[in-house]
T-cell receptor, first 112, second 117 residues
Framework: DAKTTQPPSMDCAEGRAANLPCNHS???????VYWYRQIHSQGPQYIIH???NNETNEMASLIITEDRKSSTLILPHATLRDTAVYYC?????????????FGTGTRLKVLA | GAGVSQSPSNKVTEKGKDVELRCDPI?????LYWYRQSLGQGLEFLIY????????KSGLPSDRFSAERTGGSVSTLTIQRTQQEDSAVYLC???????????????FGPGTRLTVL
């Protein structure tokens, strides 16, 4: 019952911006969007999260549409080390507890 | 500081045997999560502990799976009578989530790769 849909794979040239889209059309008003990435054989790593405003940190920017039905993760200058599976996740609250619904993610390959 | 640690890193067992997987969260983190990741798949939520509250077990796939968290720190995930379909990487994460806070970040361990023969 994933609440997000992402393209299964994308390629990006090294040094260019990587724009990873995510659809979350059934998101509720108090549900946050999180992005994590998973480099091969490692545990997922937090990247960024947001509710309705655009966010930026040292790793990436997160652009959320006004209707909150989709978002885009932007890696401004992709490097080879950014090759990973990127997960867009909606954090839901059910019965007072938090649950993260992971989809299958986007496999980003950064090309030299 | 130390991150989330899990042990063992790899576990090979025979079908029908019980296994215990351990997670040591980051000190002071009140929330702890277990996930399962089958080969080439995304993460599947299993169970969530928050402080002293009753855990959210809604993701446990069967009654062969159980988990406990002693003293609000270390957690053990137990799988009884293992089946081949239980083969996966089991990931643990902890979070400094505090009551009333609506944002949190999960810090993941490296996982335990379980192979059931």
């Amino acid at each position: 019952d994933a609440k997000t849909t992402q393209p299964p794979s994308m390629d990006c040239a090294e040094g260019r911006a990587a724009n990873l889209p995510c659809n979350h059309s059934t998101i509720s008003g108090n549900e946050y969007v999180y992005w994590y990435r998973q480099i091969h054989s490692q545990g997922p790593q937090y990247i960024i999260h947001g509710l309705k405003n655009n966010e930026t940190n040292e790793m990436a920017s997160l652009i959320i549409t006004e209707d909150r039905k989709s978002s885009t993760l932007i890696l401004p200058h992709a490097t080879l080390r950014d090759t990973a599976v990127y997960y867009c996740i909606v954090r839901v609250i059910t019965s007072g507890t938090y649950k993260y619904i992971f989809g299958t993610g986007t496999r980003l390959k950064v090309l030299a | 500081g130390a991150g989330v640690s899990q042990s063992p890193s790899n576990k090979v067992t025979e079908k029908g045997k019980d296994v215990e997987l351990r997670c040591d969260p980051i000190s002071g983190h009140t929330a702890l999560y277990w996930y399962r990741q089958s080969l080439g798949q995304g993460l599947e939520f299993l169970i969530y502990f928050q402080g002293n509250s009753a855990p959210d077990k809604s993701g446990l796939p069967s009654d062969r799976f159980s988990a406990e968290r002693t003293g609000g720190s270390v957690s053990t995930l137990t799988i009884q009578r293992t089946q081949q379909e239980d083969s996966a990487v089991y990931l643990c994460a902890s979070s400094p989530l505090a009551g009333g806070v609506f944002t949190d970040t999960q810090y993941f361990g490296p996982g335990t790769r379980l192979t059931v023969l």
